[in-house]
């Protein structure tokens, strides 16, 4: 017969093991530890990485972030009052252009202080969400690509499909241009270049030349992006 001891290191035993198995399920789902997707820092940390996957499945093969996933997390920052500002980091090549617009539009929709971090790419649809907080900044050595939205496979009723293609281009052209401190002429002169890729048309801009556009506010590391967060905050508390 077990002793009181030995059930309660049983008891303890169990729940250190389903914590265990709860923090490598919310690694796995969305690439953070329980103790980023919870409350329990004042900053919520949301990572954006690999393909944003939108309407459909994307391969196994693929590393992608769903944007169901993101979404709760995001209503998470805005409704909980023990988080006092928002993180983004991303590394991603882009996706489907619905779901990462609309996970663009509501960060910038929460009313707290907003960091975006671009780490190792910021591409195609990540340019919204590299753009969509209160301040952004790049590391040297990553990059971001400018292009119009392009898609494969078979097209029916091209006059009404390239209607919608430029309506859809249209709305990201503006919300870049609400978000971020480039001109349009800057804008449509990176996104239609001709010299830079070889098979498509758009511009890749390293580090320091994305702020130089205006399109990210500053080059600095994972530390610098922190610091900035922390002053956001302390800016904020000081007001009220």
Sequence with gaps: ????????????????????????ENIKELGIPNELATSKNDIQFISIIGEIEGHFVAPADKKTTKYEHIIPLLINAQQDSNIKGLFI???TVGGDVE?????????????????????????SIGVPLATCTDYSVIVESA???????RTTGLVIGVPQTFRYFQKMQKRIIDFI???????????????YATDQLANDIGTILVGEEAVKYGLID???????????????????KSIY
């Design 177 to 191: 241009l609400r978000t971020s401190n480039i001109s349009e002429k800057s804008l449509m002169d990176l996104m």
């Design 143 to 149: 990059t971001m690509t400018i292009h119009p939205i």
């Design 1 to 24: 017969m077990l002793s009181k001891d030995d059930d309660k290191k049983l008891d303890e035993n169990k729940e250190a093991d389903g914590n265990n198995t709860d923090k490598t």
């Design 218 to 236: 500053s080059v600095g590391n994972f530390s610098f992006a922190l610091n900035k967060m922390k002053e956001l905050i302390n800016d904020k």
């Design 99 to 123: 779901a990462g617009l609309a996970l663009a539009e509501m960060i910038n929709g929460i009313n707290k202080p907003k960091v975006s971090l671009v780490l190792g790419g910021g591409h």
């Design 89 to 91: 980091i991303l590394n």
